[in-house]
Protein backbone atom coordinates (compact mmCIF):
# COMPACT_ATOMS: atom_id res chain seq x y z
CA UNK A 1 0.00 0.00 0.00
CA UNK A 2 1.33 3.57 -1.21
CA UNK A 3 -0.32 5.84 1.56
CA UNK A 4 -3.84 5.38 1.14
CA UNK A 5 -3.37 3.99 -2.51
CA UNK A 6 -3.37 0.48 -2.90
CA UNK A 7 -1.38 -1.32 -5.65
CA UNK A 8 -2.73 -3.53 -8.51
CA UNK A 9 -1.24 -6.78 -6.99
CA UNK A 10 -2.88 -5.82 -3.19
CA UNK A 11 -6.08 -5.45 -4.93
CA UNK A 12 -6.01 -8.63 -7.09
CA UNK A 13 -5.55 -10.16 -3.50
CA UNK A 14 -8.09 -8.30 -1.66
CA UNK A 15 -11.09 -9.12 -4.06
CA UNK A 16 -9.55 -12.79 -5.09
CA UNK A 17 -9.20 -11.33 -8.76
CA UNK A 18 -6.31 -11.69 -11.23
CA UNK A 19 -3.96 -8.53 -12.34
CA UNK A 20 -5.18 -9.61 -15.84
CA UNK A 21 -8.73 -9.26 -15.18
CA UNK A 22 -8.13 -5.45 -13.57
CA UNK A 23 -6.43 -4.70 -16.37
CA UNK A 24 -8.95 -5.45 -18.49
CA UNK A 25 -11.33 -4.25 -16.54
CA UNK A 26 -9.23 -0.97 -17.07
CA UNK A 27 -9.06 -1.55 -20.73
CA UNK A 28 -12.93 -1.86 -21.27
CA UNK A 29 -13.63 1.59 -19.13
CA UNK A 30 -15.15 0.24 -15.85
CA UNK A 31 -12.73 0.76 -13.22
CA UNK A 32 -9.44 2.63 -13.89
CA UNK A 33 -6.72 3.05 -11.35
CA UNK A 34 -6.73 6.22 -9.14
CA UNK A 35 -3.22 6.79 -9.97
CA UNK A 36 -0.68 5.56 -12.92
CA UNK A 37 2.51 6.23 -12.47
CA UNK A 38 3.99 7.54 -15.01
CA UNK A 39 7.88 6.68 -15.17
CA UNK A 40 7.14 2.96 -14.03
CA UNK A 41 3.39 2.39 -15.13
CA UNK A 42 2.25 0.79 -11.93
CA UNK A 43 -1.69 1.47 -11.42
CA UNK A 44 -2.49 2.78 -7.75
CA UNK A 45 -6.10 2.10 -6.51
CA UNK A 46 -8.09 4.16 -3.81
CA UNK A 47 -10.92 2.95 -1.89
CA UNK A 48 -13.57 4.88 -3.72
CA UNK A 49 -12.76 2.49 -6.59
CA UNK A 50 -13.95 -0.48 -4.15
CA UNK A 51 -17.80 -0.10 -4.25
CA UNK A 52 -17.50 -0.31 -8.05
CA UNK A 53 -15.14 -3.21 -8.56
CA UNK A 54 -17.29 -5.36 -5.38
CA UNK A 55 -20.09 -4.58 -7.79
CA UNK A 56 -18.53 -5.98 -10.82
CA UNK A 57 -17.72 -8.89 -8.79
CA UNK A 58 -21.15 -9.40 -7.67
CA UNK A 59 -22.58 -8.95 -11.04
CA UNK A 60 -19.66 -11.40 -12.64
CA UNK A 61 -20.69 -14.35 -10.09
CA UNK A 62 -24.36 -13.98 -11.38
CA UNK A 63 -23.03 -14.09 -14.97
CA UNK A 64 -23.94 -10.88 -16.47
CA UNK A 65 -21.77 -9.74 -19.11
CA UNK A 66 -19.26 -6.50 -18.87
CA UNK A 67 -21.09 -4.82 -21.27
CA UNK A 68 -24.10 -4.67 -18.89
CA UNK A 69 -22.02 -4.09 -15.94
CA UNK A 70 -20.13 -0.59 -17.63
CA UNK A 71 -23.55 0.14 -18.56
CA UNK A 72 -24.87 0.11 -15.11
CA UNK A 73 -22.14 1.19 -13.37
CA UNK A 74 -21.83 4.34 -15.67
CA UNK A 75 -25.83 5.52 -14.71
CA UNK A 76 -26.70 3.68 -11.46
CA UNK A 77 -30.52 3.24 -10.87
CA UNK A 78 -32.44 1.24 -8.72
CA UNK A 79 -34.79 -0.09 -11.45
CA UNK A 80 -31.67 -0.64 -13.93
CA UNK A 81 -29.84 -2.99 -11.24
CA UNK A 82 -33.70 -4.88 -10.81
CA UNK A 83 -34.14 -5.20 -14.47
CA UNK A 84 -30.20 -6.85 -13.81
CA UNK A 85 -31.17 -9.29 -11.50
CA UNK A 86 -34.41 -10.00 -12.82
CA UNK A 87 -32.68 -11.11 -16.30
CA UNK A 88 -30.31 -13.08 -14.37
CA UNK A 89 -32.78 -14.96 -12.22
CA UNK A 90 -35.09 -15.40 -15.19
CA UNK A 91 -31.35 -16.99 -16.30
CA UNK A 92 -30.48 -19.05 -13.59
CA UNK A 93 -34.20 -20.79 -13.55
CA UNK A 94 -33.34 -21.91 -17.61
CA UNK A 95 -29.88 -22.89 -16.41
CA UNK A 96 -31.45 -24.88 -13.52
CA UNK A 97 -34.18 -26.65 -15.43
CA UNK A 98 -31.73 -27.53 -18.57
CA UNK A 99 -29.32 -29.28 -15.88
CA UNK A 100 -32.38 -31.35 -14.03
CA UNK A 101 -33.02 -32.53 -17.79
CA UNK A 102 -29.23 -33.68 -17.99
CA UNK A 103 -29.57 -35.32 -14.40
CA UNK A 104 -32.47 -37.32 -15.94
CA UNK A 105 -31.17 -38.07 -18.66
CA UNK A 106 -27.89 -39.47 -17.13
CA UNK A 107 -29.75 -41.56 -14.79
CA UNK A 108 -32.02 -42.82 -17.60
CA UNK A 109 -28.97 -43.98 -19.27
CA UNK A 110 -27.21 -45.30 -15.82
CA UNK A 111 -29.95 -47.58 -15.30
CA UNK A 112 -30.26 -48.65 -18.94
CA UNK A 113 -26.35 -49.48 -18.25
CA UNK A 114 -27.28 -51.43 -15.04
CA UNK A 115 -30.20 -53.06 -16.78
CA UNK A 116 -28.05 -54.27 -19.62
CA UNK A 117 -24.80 -55.64 -17.20
CA UNK A 118 -27.33 -57.68 -15.40
CA UNK A 119 -29.18 -59.29 -18.42
CA UNK A 120 -30.55 -62.46 -18.94
CA UNK A 121 -28.94 -63.83 -22.03
CA UNK A 122 -30.46 -65.90 -24.69
CA UNK A 123 -33.48 -65.91 -22.83
CA UNK A 124 -37.36 -65.20 -24.21
CA UNK A 125 -39.92 -63.70 -22.81
CA UNK A 126 -43.06 -61.48 -23.68
CA UNK A 127 -43.20 -57.85 -22.22
CA UNK A 128 -45.69 -54.87 -22.33
CA UNK A 129 -44.34 -51.97 -23.51
CA UNK A 130 -46.18 -48.53 -22.65
CA UNK A 131 -46.56 -46.25 -25.82
CA UNK A 132 -42.99 -44.85 -26.66
CA UNK A 133 -42.01 -41.74 -29.02
CA UNK A 134 -39.56 -42.45 -31.46
CA UNK A 135 -37.34 -40.10 -34.03
CA UNK A 136 -37.95 -42.12 -37.47
CA UNK A 137 -36.01 -42.37 -40.55
CA UNK A 138 -36.75 -45.20 -43.36
CA UNK A 139 -33.98 -46.49 -44.99
CA UNK A 140 -33.03 -49.61 -46.66
CA UNK A 141 -29.56 -51.03 -46.28
CA UNK A 142 -28.14 -54.22 -45.49
CA UNK A 143 -26.78 -55.26 -41.99
CA UNK A 144 -24.53 -52.40 -40.47
CA UNK A 145 -20.68 -52.89 -39.46
CA UNK A 146 -19.64 -51.07 -36.84
CA UNK A 147 -19.85 -47.19 -36.98
CA UNK A 148 -21.31 -47.37 -40.33
CA UNK A 149 -24.86 -45.85 -38.90
CA UNK A 150 -23.41 -42.61 -37.82
CA UNK A 151 -24.32 -41.51 -41.14
CA UNK A 152 -28.02 -42.11 -40.82
CA UNK A 153 -28.13 -41.09 -36.83
CA UNK A 154 -26.56 -37.71 -37.84
CA UNK A 155 -29.77 -37.27 -40.51
CA UNK A 156 -31.91 -38.31 -37.81
CA UNK A 157 -30.32 -35.09 -35.22
CA UNK A 158 -29.60 -32.73 -37.87
CA UNK A 159 -31.59 -30.15 -36.55
CA UNK A 160 -31.47 -31.15 -32.88
CA UNK A 161 -28.38 -31.29 -31.66
CA UNK A 162 -28.95 -32.01 -28.16
CA UNK A 163 -31.03 -34.99 -29.23
CA UNK A 164 -29.04 -38.03 -28.35
CA UNK A 165 -26.96 -36.65 -25.72
CA UNK A 166 -26.67 -39.43 -23.18
CA UNK A 167 -29.48 -41.72 -25.25
CA UNK A 168 -27.61 -44.79 -26.26
CA UNK A 169 -31.36 -45.85 -27.29
CA UNK A 170 -30.44 -45.77 -31.53
CA UNK A 171 -31.92 -48.84 -32.69
CA UNK A 172 -32.42 -49.70 -35.87
CA UNK A 173 -35.61 -52.43 -37.36
CA UNK A 174 -37.21 -54.98 -40.13
CA UNK A 175 -41.01 -54.42 -40.82
CA UNK A 176 -43.37 -56.98 -40.38
CA UNK A 177 -43.27 -58.50 -44.32
CA UNK A 178 -39.08 -58.64 -43.82
CA UNK A 179 -39.51 -60.30 -40.54
CA UNK A 180 -41.82 -63.14 -42.47
CA UNK A 181 -40.08 -63.29 -45.56
CA UNK A 182 -37.14 -64.42 -42.84
CA UNK A 183 -34.68 -61.62 -44.50
CA UNK A 184 -32.96 -60.91 -41.30
CA UNK A 185 -30.40 -58.96 -43.07
CA UNK A 186 -32.60 -55.91 -44.92
CA UNK A 187 -33.50 -53.22 -42.50
CA UNK A 188 -35.75 -50.81 -43.02
CA UNK A 189 -35.77 -48.39 -40.31
CA UNK A 190 -33.26 -46.50 -37.54
CA UNK A 191 -34.84 -45.01 -34.47
CA UNK A 192 -34.31 -42.88 -31.67
CA UNK A 193 -36.11 -43.77 -28.50
CA UNK A 194 -37.21 -40.35 -27.17
CA UNK A 195 -37.22 -39.42 -23.47
CA UNK A 196 -40.29 -37.31 -22.55
CA UNK A 197 -37.97 -34.07 -21.92
CA UNK A 198 -36.24 -34.72 -25.81
CA UNK A 199 -37.09 -32.16 -28.30
CA UNK A 200 -36.97 -33.34 -31.54
CA UNK A 201 -38.31 -31.52 -35.10
CA UNK A 202 -37.80 -34.11 -37.31
CA UNK A 203 -40.01 -37.09 -38.14
CA UNK A 204 -41.11 -38.79 -34.75
CA UNK A 205 -43.43 -41.44 -34.51
CA UNK A 206 -45.87 -42.51 -30.89
CA UNK A 207 -45.08 -45.85 -30.86
CA UNK A 208 -48.80 -47.61 -29.77
CA UNK A 209 -48.43 -49.97 -26.49
CA UNK A 210 -47.31 -52.86 -27.39
CA UNK A 211 -46.79 -56.57 -25.96
CA UNK A 212 -43.07 -57.46 -27.48
CA UNK A 213 -41.15 -61.38 -27.79
CA UNK A 214 -37.71 -59.69 -26.26
CA UNK A 215 -34.75 -61.58 -26.73
CA UNK A 216 -31.02 -60.19 -25.26
CA UNK A 217 -27.58 -61.80 -26.65
CA UNK A 218 -24.10 -61.11 -26.47
CA UNK A 219 -22.97 -59.32 -29.87
CA UNK A 220 -23.66 -56.49 -32.11
CA UNK A 221 -26.08 -56.20 -35.08
CA UNK A 222 -23.57 -58.48 -37.09
CA UNK A 223 -24.85 -61.69 -34.89
CA UNK A 224 -28.83 -60.71 -34.60
CA UNK A 225 -29.83 -62.52 -37.99
CA UNK A 226 -29.36 -66.11 -35.96
CA UNK A 227 -32.05 -64.71 -32.84
CA UNK A 228 -34.11 -63.47 -35.19
CA UNK A 229 -34.43 -67.44 -36.67
CA UNK A 230 -34.94 -68.29 -32.92
CA UNK A 231 -37.51 -65.92 -32.13
CA UNK A 232 -39.47 -66.93 -35.65
CA UNK A 233 -40.02 -70.46 -34.45
CA UNK A 234 -41.21 -69.11 -31.25
CA UNK A 235 -43.51 -67.25 -32.61
CA UNK A 236 -44.56 -69.61 -34.78
CA UNK A 237 -44.63 -72.78 -32.55
CA UNK A 238 -46.80 -70.74 -29.86
CA UNK A 239 -49.47 -69.74 -32.05
CA UNK A 240 -48.26 -65.61 -32.24
CA UNK A 241 -48.82 -63.20 -35.20
CA UNK A 242 -46.16 -59.94 -35.65
CA UNK A 243 -47.41 -56.71 -35.30
CA UNK A 244 -45.06 -54.10 -35.94
CA UNK A 245 -41.82 -54.04 -36.77
CA UNK A 246 -38.37 -55.38 -35.07
CA UNK A 247 -36.76 -53.00 -32.46
CA UNK A 248 -33.09 -54.07 -32.79
CA UNK A 249 -31.09 -52.22 -29.68
CA UNK A 250 -27.56 -51.90 -28.99
CA UNK A 251 -27.59 -51.74 -24.92
CA UNK A 252 -23.75 -52.08 -24.85
CA UNK A 253 -20.94 -51.21 -27.75
CA UNK A 254 -18.29 -49.80 -28.81
CA UNK A 255 -19.31 -46.29 -26.94
CA UNK A 256 -19.05 -47.94 -23.71
CA UNK A 257 -16.58 -50.82 -24.42
CA UNK A 258 -13.67 -52.23 -26.74
CA UNK A 259 -14.22 -55.37 -25.18
CA UNK A 260 -17.36 -57.10 -28.08
CA UNK A 261 -17.39 -59.93 -25.59
CA UNK A 262 -19.20 -57.85 -23.18
CA UNK A 263 -21.37 -56.51 -26.25
CA UNK A 264 -25.24 -56.89 -25.54
CA UNK A 265 -27.91 -56.33 -28.28
CA UNK A 266 -31.84 -56.43 -27.06
CA UNK A 267 -34.22 -57.74 -30.43
CA UNK A 268 -38.27 -56.64 -29.83
CA UNK A 269 -40.96 -58.24 -31.78
CA UNK A 270 -44.32 -56.99 -31.12
CA UNK A 271 -46.97 -60.06 -31.13
CA UNK A 272 -50.37 -60.89 -30.51
CA UNK A 273 -52.02 -64.30 -30.21
CA UNK A 274 -53.97 -65.31 -33.51
Do not use: W
Amino acid sequence: MKGDLFSIGEVAKLFHISISTLRHYDKEGLVKPEYTDGKTGYRYYSTQQFEALNTIRYLRALNTPLAQIKTFLQNRQIDTIQNLLFRQRKEIIEHQEELKKIQRKIDNRIAQIEDAVASDLDVMFLRKFPARRIALLKHSFETPEMGSLELYIRQLEENDQDTAIFLGKIGIGLEVDTLKKGRFNAYDIIFLLLDKEDQHTGNTAMLPEETCLVLRFRGSHESAAAQYEKMMKYIKKNGYDICGFSKEITLIDYGFTNNQSEFVTELQIPVKKK
